[in-house]
């Protein structure tokens, strides 16, 4: 749709797809890059430092945002271990799904999802990291990334899948056999994009950029499962998505400079500690 645009035409795309921190490690390294789009804030932050990213790429009406999605939780047709919300992921009889958070950025939405859903009910940070540590040691097993996750679901392994709720349509729309419920607490997954300095096509990247905060490349999006940037996109795409009652950010966790410190480092953070408790190797 761009390139029929005037400011689109002659412009070609080389792309590489990959795991959001393996891609910026591999930009930081020497791969050529005009645009990158991550799943993680720190994933571009980290390209500031090394002058490939303008310190300030988050400083638009978007805070470098492209598009959202939220975490909710898959189940099996038909529901039949009765799983509603958080609080089932920690029964006896229901094992969960989610890709390891040390190597996948939406297994990092999926634990703070968890995390602060505990947080808006009125529980205590204790009770909270407890209720986490017990959703993880109910999860056997831990993929690399998302989508492999999503395929150890689709084989028919676990009760419950923690995913973005575009993966989840994306996988319905492929004719896996799965539902979804979007949880009553749930967290914006906010998926940014930004222009490098560093290129040899800025200024077409830029443009592209814009682009994609028109209405009709922001209902391209909506139609493909991800919730818009855009509200109107929602109009000129004729989908609708569920509201949950409490929808959270990273924001409301301290941003994710504090996050990452707080719940990632691998010494001291909070789900490094539950891995050392479940003698699980971080």
Not at 125 to 143: C, H, I, Q, R, Y
Not at 163 to 185: H, K, S, T, W
Not at 237 to 257: C, E, N, R, Y
Request: aromatic share 8%.
């Amino acid at each position: 749709m761009f390139r029929a645009t005037e400011v689109g035409q002659g412009i070609e795309f080389e792309e590489s797809y990959g795991g959001s921190g393996d891609q910026s490690r591999a930009v930081e390294a020497g791969l050529p890059a005009d645009l990158v789009a991550l799943s993680l804030w720190p994933d571009v932050d980290r390209l500031v430092e090394p002058g490939i990213v303008a310190d300030d790429w988050d400083a638009d009406e978007h805070a470098g945002i492209v598009s959202n999605s939220v975490v909710v939780i898959a189940v099996r047709p038909g529901n039949p271990k009765n799983i509603q919300g958080w609080a089932d992921l920690v029964r006896d009889d229901v094992t969960v799904v989610t890709p390891n958070p040390f190597t996948s950025g939406g297994a990092q939405w999926n634990v703070l999802a968890a995390y602060q859903s505990q947080i808006v009910q009125g529980k205590s940070e204790e009770d909270a990291a407890e209720f986490l540590k017990e959703v993880l040691a109910n999860t056997p097993v831990m993929d690399r990334s998302a989508r492999e996750a999503l395929a150890t679901f689709s084989q028919g392994q676990g009760d419950a899948l923690l995913a973005y709720e575009n993966e989840a349509l994306f996988a319905q729309r492929a004719g896996e056999p799965i539902e979804y419920i979007v949880p009553d607490q749930t967290i914006l997954i906010e998926n940014p994009i930004a222009v490098t300095q560093t290129g040899d096509a800025t200024e077409s990247a830029q443009a592209f950029v814009d682009f994609l905060y028109s209405p009709e490349a922001q209902a391209i999006f909506a139609s493909k499962g991800y919730r818009p940037e855009i509200d109107e996109a929602l109009d000129a795409a004729g989908v609708g998505f569920p509201q949950p009652a409490s929808l959270f950010t990273a924001a409301d966790l301290g941003g994710w400079p504090e996050i990452r410190l707080r719940f990632f480092d691998p010494e001291d953070g909070i789900v490094a500690q539950i891995f050392r408790d479940l003698n699980r190797e971080v």
